[in-house]
Nanobody
Framework: QVQLVESGGGLVQAGEALRLSCAAS????????MGWFRQAPGKEREFVAG????????KYADSVLGRFTISRDNAKNTVYLQMNSLKPEDTAVYYC?????????????????WGQGTQVTVSS
């Protein structure tokens, strides 16, 4: 069974940084587009960032553009989300996702596989 395990969440102050990691197992990682989504209390899950299987192309939500960076290491089966200049409105549970289709992941927001999520809390 495919597993996506996120780590790196925590409590930080506004303006600080965090780096999330997502380790994938039991899938051919280099063939999957990867993405990060988030869900704040009382809100729907939203797309944050996505990256093609090769790492050649990335896409970001407007709300995080210029502050967050998604990257991947196919040798380590891991995708990262570097989050800088964090704001209180970034507070949410962050989920890692894997899908064969980069287009579906970044446009429709659906995915074949999901992680269990990691909490990010930004205090003001």
């Amino acid at each position: 069974q495919v597993q996506l395990v996120e780590s790196g969440g925590g409590l930080v102050q506004a303006g600080e940084a965090l780096r999330l990691s997502c380790a994938a197992s039991r899938l051919t990682f280099s063939r999957y587009a990867m993405g990060w989504f988030r869900q704040a209390p009382g809100k729907e899950r939203e797309f944050v960032a996505g990256i093609r299987s090769s790492g050649s192309t990335t896409k970001y939500a407007d709300s995080v553009l210029g502050r967050f960076t998604i990257s991947r290491d196919n040798a380590k089966n891991t995708v990262y989300l570097q989050m800088n200049s964090l704001k209180p409105e970034d507070t949410a549970v962050y989920y890692c996702a894997a899908d064969y289709s980069y287009q579906r992941l970044t446009t429709v927001g659906s995915s074949d596989y999901w992680g269990q999520g990691t909490q990010v809390t930004v205090s003001s």
